[in-house]
Nanobody, 127 residues
Framework: QVQLVESGGGLVQAGGSLRLSCAAS????????MGWFRQAPGKEREFVAA????????DYEDSVKGRFTISRDNAKNTVYLQMNSLKPEDTAVYYC????????????????????WGQGTQVTVSS
């Protein structure tokens, strides 16, 4: 019904950049808040960034503020995560997620706030 497909992960040296993309299908994309989460080896899944349905509001985990930027292009049904100044501790599988309920201005920061998830894309940052 709702499909989310991430792309753009890979291997990068510390200090480098990557842009992740998440393509959505199956419903009216512009009505739903979106988020990015990550899970590193041996650790729990954690919040990274969130964006409201129309893109007017964003939220970030403290460790990525100033380095990562979340954005969306509702005409293309796609949400992005631009990652700059990458650090080895950013190494993780990155997942995009969508809310199940319509809202226009709010952002959401826990995994329990989201109902639909992509398959994940691996980001590896070497020293």
């Amino acid at each position: 019904q709702v499909q989310l497909v991430e792309s753009g992960g890979g291997l990068v040296q510390a200090g480098g950049s990557l842009r992740l993309s998440c393509a959505a299908s199956g419903r009216t994309f512009s009505n739903y808040a979106m988020g990015w989460f990550r899970q590193a080896p041996g650790k729990e899944r954690e919040f990274v960034a969130a964006i409201s349905a129309r893109g007017g509001n964003t939220d970030y985990e403290d460790s990525v503020k100033g380095r990562f930027t979340i954005s969306r292009d509702n005409a293309k049904n796609t949400v992005y995560l631009q990652m700059n100044s990458l650090k080895p501790e950013d190494t993780a599988v990155y997942y995009c997620a969508s809310r199940a309920s319509v809202s226009y201005f709010d952002t959401y920061t826990t995994s329990y706030d989201y109902a639909y998830w992509g398959q994940g894309t691996q980001v590896t940052v070497s020293s």
